[in-house]
């Protein structure tokens, strides 16, 4: 959260790129968020002051999360397949 803290929108757009190629090769990169959830609000807290950015980045982590989940689900729905398999 540090290094990307006030940098341009395309570091921020770059995390959540790489979040979701972590999805598409490994399910298991869902257990990062929210470990990434709970360090952000800690770091909140302790720097005392608003962090509207952290709070917009966490909901485009929803999204790229839900997105994940919705393609996994028609996946296994039309092909048979599934990236958890």
Excluded: H
């Excluded at 921020?12 to 959830?37: K, N």
């Excluded at 028609?74 to 397949?81: D, F, K, R, T, Y």
């Amino acid at each position: 959260m540090v290094a990307i803290r006030g940098s341009s929108r395309w570091k921020y757009a770059l995390s959540l790129c790489l979040l979701g190629a972590g999805l598409l090769i490994r399910e298991d990169t869902l257990t990062v968020v929210p470990v990434m959830f709970l360090l952000g609000y800690v770091y909140g807290l302790r720097n005392g002051t608003k962090q509207t950015y952290l709070y917009v980045y966490f909901g485009a982590m929803i999204v790229v999360c839900a997105l994940f989940m919705i393609y996994d689900l028609w996946l296994s729905l039309n092909c048979g397949l599934s990236t958890s398999s």
